[in-house]
């Protein structure tokens, strides 16, 4: 695993051992990123960040500020590994946390950016994305939320989101989804 594009392209990114965290393979992020097109000062939240891959490469093509929330100690040791690696700790804001905790006691202001990615198959995304939906002080309008998932799960049907785009890559889909209020 690497950082594909930006200031950081080609370093090596370390990897939690086991398969407890299925970090995004470098084909996804690579589409991810040519769909996101310029990132440059944004604010991101990287949520169930396992080894910190998405805001890292955020990060490295320009972003502002990353905000990384996982709640096993190997994650979040991983990617501090991983910023230093990069050389972003003074951009990026790791808290061993559950998501919803993380939104609601770290977040600062308005990311513009949230990377979703909660285990497959679990009740996280939905439970996560309805925090997303109360929490009108951070996640405000236009807002973007990139969730990743397995491509059998069933998107939620939520008030406050729009899905604007699908995408799949073998197994794994990415649906975006812009917060309307």
């Known amino acids: 695993m690497r950082i594909i594009a930006g200031r950081a392209r080609g370093r090596r990114l370390a990897s939690p051992e086991g398969n407890k965290i299925r970090p995004t393979t470098d084909r996804v992020r690579e589409a991810l990123f040519s769909m996101l097109g310029n990132i440059c000062g944004a604010v ?22 990353c905000y990384f929330f996982d709640s096993s100690r190997q994650a979040v040791a991983t990617i501090r590994e991983n910023v230093s690696r990069v050389g972003v700790e003074d951009q990026s804001i790791i808290r061993r946390c559950g998501f919803e905790q993380g939104l609601e006691r770290f977040v600062e202001g308005t990311p513009d ?14 439970q996560g994305l309805k ?17 990743e998932s397995h491509r059998d799960e069933a998107v939620p049907d ?16 990415l649906v975006f989804f812009r917060c309307r209020r």
């Open 131 to 147: 925090a997303m939906e109360r929490s009108t002080q951070k996640v405000t309008d236009g807002a973007l939320v990139v969730w």
């Open 113 to 126: 950016l949230w990377f979703f990615d909660p285990p497959y198959g679990t009740i996280f995304a939905e």
């Open 158 to 173: 939520l008030e406050a989101f729009e899905v604007t785009r699908k995408r799949e890559y073998g197994t794994t889909r």
């Open 44 to 65: 991101i939240v990287d949520g169930f960040a396992g080894s910190g891959a998405l805001g890292l490469e955020a990060l490295s093509r320009g972003a502002e500020r």
